[in-house]
């Protein structure tokens, strides 16, 4: 069976024996730097060109075409288009405040990567706080939008950061009581663990409806946090032309765009770990038979698979509802989703308690 | 009952939510609805109705003659001064001298092809062509003669 | 003064006693300029809002980017000319806006139609407005935040469009009316392509209703907001969907018949709740009303002429003409002042979107901003008609 553990290993094991252990820990974290790096390359490109096909089907389209064999390589060609623009600064603006939001957005979702388990064994930090980790590092990003709005020396940019920082404080609350819920029936603030608990079933099929109601909510919030339609209030091109990078340009838009979309890929696999499992293989009680032909999928698959299922879950909502207006944005949280969160939150810890879960 | 209320509230915005779901999904999986024309590919097939306005011309036969006898009877029906009649006299055999086309100048750039002109032609001398790909880089390119050189009145058409 | 009073007498709570809207007394305002290159304006309107958070204190629409002068270009331009000018005023409804002033040079001509032509002109107008109100539909979507339904909406209108294309010989300033009558006869394939799109409408539009009527997003959106009173659109003089939206019967079709309209059975539909999601209603029934209209006459086309027989230089009489069509967007009115010459002396158009527009800065103050984006895709303005 293919298994990224065992590369993984080797190379640890090679490491190790060909240099010094400091030497051998700085290469590891230069290697791993890079593959994260590059990870977030290819993401980027690989999710803007899924998000245009899919909004083209959906929208009878035929979507991008022409570039390299059935419009691969337009991403491409625009993040090249992209880099060689120039990155205007508006006068007025604070420059330094300018400049360093799109880093800081980008790092806030770099840093998030590292407790993901991306396959067995294949994973960069496996914190004990992991859960909480993310939660805590996810809501850094929203200091980056808050700066570009405010340092753009722009109405719409500001107005943009306001209703951003609005939302993500408040749906904080409903993604967190969701993740609770999981991290109750789990037992554990740990990925590896939290995967582990789902050796016998996923938890969304295992924690019954609250289980369910806890997903959805979790990907509705997840959704709101990311900026994404139906609730892009703080972009909302139609009200504020472009929102928070209304006067980003060239490469610093770049990395906004670019921060989006890595920030979906995040939430999705977190999504994936905590309701499906991360990378454990679909088993369904005692068909044997069954269980064994999903083994042999391979971990990684398991997990990108579950995360892009997530990631187009989120995109057909985006093509096809309209935005909330910031006022309803605010009250479907408050009003809705928060009490319906935490009245689920107290039936999954009664699951968890009387161990009513399969 | 208020729960109840709430939790009707709840069904029903969820319920309205899928249904618009089901049907971008609908259109999703089903890429034969996919209404996309992939223009400069289909110039072969792309065939326009033969009413289609594109630019004015005037139709000559094989004898390179035309039937424009210069009554500027277009230019005054033009309503944004796109055509501009230039006459010269011609000798007949008889030793007459006639009235005769010498320049049809055409500003396409000026028309909004209301075929104002087609209608007042008492000859048919002009019709609409169904070309519709009008770019240029040089706007004179735009200024168009419409007789082609060396064409001469069909004999017959007054 | 007059409106302060007629605002707290409607019923009205978006004023706090004082009525202190400018309010330099007050700070923490913020006025932004909306327009005129906006992707919510559609063209090149401008608004000046001042804002009090997202709160919306006042709206002052600025006019005048796209103003052409149509009015005085017409004055030089004889009675057979100045007809395709006005295609591009509401460029969406072309049709009904030639109709509107082939009718009034007949009025001055006294020139009898041919009932051929009359059909032709009402069956044309009524797939012109079904079009005008497939991509209000759509755009107001996109303006709400919704991209796809653009898409669906103008997949139907490509298909009017197509049959215009096929019949008048352009798609969108098709220039068919001629005083008189229509400049050519339909093409063979017109009834048999209209009773495919009726077909093809009558699928669709239940989609319409399932994407967005029905999306609890969307009527939250537009439900209760831009509250227009009755009292308040006829003061404004708001005429078409946004009047009848608000329950002022203002249907030109039925006030005022022309042409075949007094004789084919069609319902003015008229919502009383004067906000948003009523104005969309409006459109959407108003859909279904000149399907059914086309319905009606595409088999009912009578034989004959389609085009009176005309002067070539057309002249009118001394005097003043005014005739009205129900456009997509209201009432039309075209009024010649003649001094017996072949071009007119004066017109004057009254463009239903200058009426609705200027009805924005009432209805919209104490809305947040994004309801500005409700409210302008239901008044469903297009700027070269406002202007012109």
């Known amino acids: 069976m293919f298994s990224l553990e065992h590369i993984t290993n080797s190379i640890q094991q090679w490491l190790y024996s060909t240099f010094n252990p400091t030497m051998a820990l700085i290469l590891e974290c230069t290697i791993v730097m890079l593959l994260a790096i590059g990870l977030f390359a290819v993401l980027g490109l690989v999710l803007v060109l899924m998000e245009r096909k899919v909004a083209a089907r959906m929208q009878i389209r035929l979507g991008p075409n022409r570039v390299g064999p059935r419009g691969m390589l337009q991403t491409a060609a625009d993040t090249l288009k992209l880099m060689m623009k120039e990155g205007l600064t508006p006068n007025g603006a604070d420059k330094f405040l300018f400049n360093l939001a799109p880093f800081i957005v980008m790092i806030a979702a770099m840093l998030i990567l590292a407790p993901i388990a991306f396959a067995k064994g294949f994973q960069i930090w496996d914190i004990n706080i992991g859960v909480l980790y993310v939660s805590a590092v996810s809501s850094v990003s929203v200091i980056g939008i808050l700066m570009a709005g405010w340092a753009s020396n722009n109405k719409y940019s500001l107005l943009g950061a306001m209703r951003s920082g609005a939302q993500i404080v408040s749906y904080e609350l409903s993604a967190g009581l969701s993740i609770i819920s999981i991290v109750v029936l789990a037992g554990s603030l740990q990925i590896s663990d939290i995967i582990a608990s789902q050796q016998t079933g996923w938890w969304l099929f295992r924690g019954h409806i609250p289980a369910v109601i806890a997903f959805v909510i979790f990907i509705i919030a997840v959704t709101a946090e990311t900026n994404r339609a139906p609730f892009d209030l703080a972009e909302a091109e139609s009200e504020l032309t472009a929102g928070f990078h209304t006067e980003y340009s060239g490469m610093k838009f770049a990395l906004f765009f670019l921060a989006e979309y890595i920030n979906i890929f995040i939430v999705c696999a977190i999504g994936a770990t905590l309701f499906l499992g991360g990378w454990m293989p679909l088993h369904i009680g005692h068909w044997e038979g069954f269980n064994h032909i999903m083994d042999y999928i391979p971990s990684s698959v398991w997990f990108l698979g579950k995360t892009f299922f997530l990631i187009f879950l989120i995109m057909w909502f985006r093509w096809t509802f309209p935005r909330l207006r910031v006022d309803q944005l605010l009250s479907l949280e408050w009003k809705y989703l928060l009490p319906i969160s935490m009245f689920n939150l107290l039936l999954i810890t009664l699951i968890a308690i009387m161990g009513w879960h399969f | 009952m208020f729960i109840k209320e709430y939790i009707s509230d709840v069904y029903r915005a969820v319920s309205s939510l899928l249904k618009g779901m089901k049907t971008t999904g609908h259109y999703f999986i089903r890429p034969k609805e996919i209404i996309t024309q992939q223009y400069p590919d289909n110039r072969a097939q792309m065939k326009l109705p033969e009413r289609f306005r594109g630019e004015v011309v005037m139709s000559h036969d094989d004898n390179n003659e035309h039937a424009c006898t210069g009554c500027t009877a277009c230019e005054l029906a033009c309503p944004n001064a796109t055509i501009k009649i230039i006459t010269k006299f011609d000798t007949t055999p008889e030793g007459k001298k006639k009235k005769a086309l010498d320049t049809f100048v055409y500003h396409l750039e000026l028309c909004t092809m209301c075929n104002l002109c087609v209608e007042a032609c008492p000859t048919s001398a002009i019709k609409m062509a169904q070309t519709f790909e009008h770019s240029v880089y040089d706007r004179n390119k735009l200024l168009k003669k419409l007789n082609q050189p060396g064409s001469k009145l069909r004999a017959g058409v007054e | ?388």
């Open chain 3, 1 to 388: 003064m007059y409106r302060e009073t007629q605002i707290i007498n409607s019923g009205h709570t978006i004023l706090s006693a004082g009525g202190d809207l400018g309010g330099a007394a007050d700070g923490g305002e913020l006025v932004i300029n909306v327009g005129p290159q906006h992707p919510a304006t559609h063209g090149v309107l401008h608004l000046v809002i001042t804002l009090q958070g997202e709160t919306i204190q006042k709206i002052e629409p600025h006019l005048g980017y796209i103003h052409r002068s149509i009015e005085k270009m017409c004055e030089s331009l004889s009675y057979r000319q100045f007809i395709y000018v006005t295609s591009r005023m509401d460029y969406l409804s072309a049709h009904i806006n030639n109709h509107a002033c082939a009718l009034c040079v007949e009025k001055g001509l006294q020139l009898e139609i041919p009932p051929r032509a009359r059909v032709i002109r009402v069956l044309m107008d009524e797939l012109t407005r079904i079009a005008s109100h497939e991509l209000w539909w759509g755009a107001m979507a996109m303006d709400l935040g919704a991209f796809t339904p653009f898409f669906y909406a103008f997949r139907e209108r490509e298909t009017i469009n197509d049959i215009m294309e096929e019949t008048c010989g352009a798609r969108l300033t098709m220039n068919y009316m001629v005083p008189g009558g229509v400049m050519y006869d339909i093409h063979p394939n017109f009834q048999k392509r209209v009773k495919d799109f009726i077909q093809l409408f009558n699928n669709k539009i239940d989609e319409y209703d399932d994407l967005v009527t029905g999306n609890i997003i969307f009527q939250n959106r537009t439900k209760g907001v831009g509250v227009l009173t009755k009292e308040d659109a006829i003061s404004f003089g708001c005429t078409g969907p946004v009047g009848r939206g608000s329950g002022v019967p203002c249907d030109i079709r039925k006030l005022y018949p022309y042409e075949v309209y007094d004789k084919v059975s069609f319902d003015e539909i008229i919502e009383t709740g004067g906000d948003s999601y009523a104005r969309y209603l409006v459109r959407i029934k108003e859909m279904r009303q000149s399907i059914r209209i086309v319905e009606q006459l595409i088999d009912n086309i009578p034989d004959g002429e389609f085009q009176a027989k005309t002067k070539a230089v057309l002249k009118l009489p001394k005097g003043e003409f005014y005739s009205r069509v129900e456009t997509a967007r209201g009432e039309l009115g075209v009024y010649i002042v003649s001094e017996g010459g072949t071009t007119p002396y004066r017109i004057k158009f009254r463009s239903p979107g200058f009426s609705n527009l200027s009805a924005l800065d009432h209805i919209s103050r104490g809305s947040k901003i994004g309801d500005l984006m409700a409210i302008m895709g239901t008044l469903d303005l297009v700027i070269p008609d406002i202007d012109r």
